[in-house]
């Protein structure tokens, strides 16, 4: 948690109770190292609190805040590409993040190949400069 816990934004709902929240990993080893590309993790919404722009709001924070580290591109794994496309998100081959597929996905206890699993790579091209 002491690792992680600076580079996770939050939103606090009407009763002080956590609403949603959102991470991101930089990762060097995909793209160009100097423009690494980011991933999004953690995006989630309580379900109370879906659907009033939260879950925009977290992902939009979180795109701010990586902004200075001048990343190609900001990448997802989502069971909801309907949200990332309405923030202009892109279904990209998953072939373009195979670091993480080694990484991260290897550890997965769901899905034993993460060409099957049902999880859409998706990636918003950031500007330039
Ligand atoms: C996906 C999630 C984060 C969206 O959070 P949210 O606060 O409800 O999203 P917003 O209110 O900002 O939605 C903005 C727009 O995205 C689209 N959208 C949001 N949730 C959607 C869903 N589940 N399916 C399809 N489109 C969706 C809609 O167009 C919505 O606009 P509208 O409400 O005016 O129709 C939330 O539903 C959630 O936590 N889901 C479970 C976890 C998850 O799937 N996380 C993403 C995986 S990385």
Redesign the pocket.
């Known amino acids: 948690m002491v690792e992680n816990i600076d580079r996770f934004l939050v939103a606090e709902g009407p009763d002080g109770a956590l609403a949603?929240c959102v991470t991101y990993q930089v990762w060097p080893e995909i793209g160009d190292p100097l423009k690494a590309t980011v991933e999004?993790q953690s995006?989630?919404?309580r379900e109370t609190?879906?659907?009033?722009?939260?879950?925009?709001?977290l992902v939009k924070g979180a795109l701010a805040r990586v902004r200075v580290l001048e990343p190609a591109d900001v990448t997802?794994?989502?069971?909801?590409p309907?949200?990332f496309a309405?923030l202009g998100f892109r279904e990209i081959p998953k072939t373009r993040i195979m670091h993480k597929l080694y990484t991260g996905c290897i550890n997965c206890t769901k899905h034993t190949d993460p060409f099957t699993c049902p999880e859409r790579a998706m990636a918003l091209e950031m500007p330039k400069g």
Do not use: N, P, Y
């Open positions: 949603g999004l995006v989630a919404v609190c879906r659907r009033k722009g939260i879950g925009s709001m997802v794994l989502t069971l909801t309907d949200f309405t």
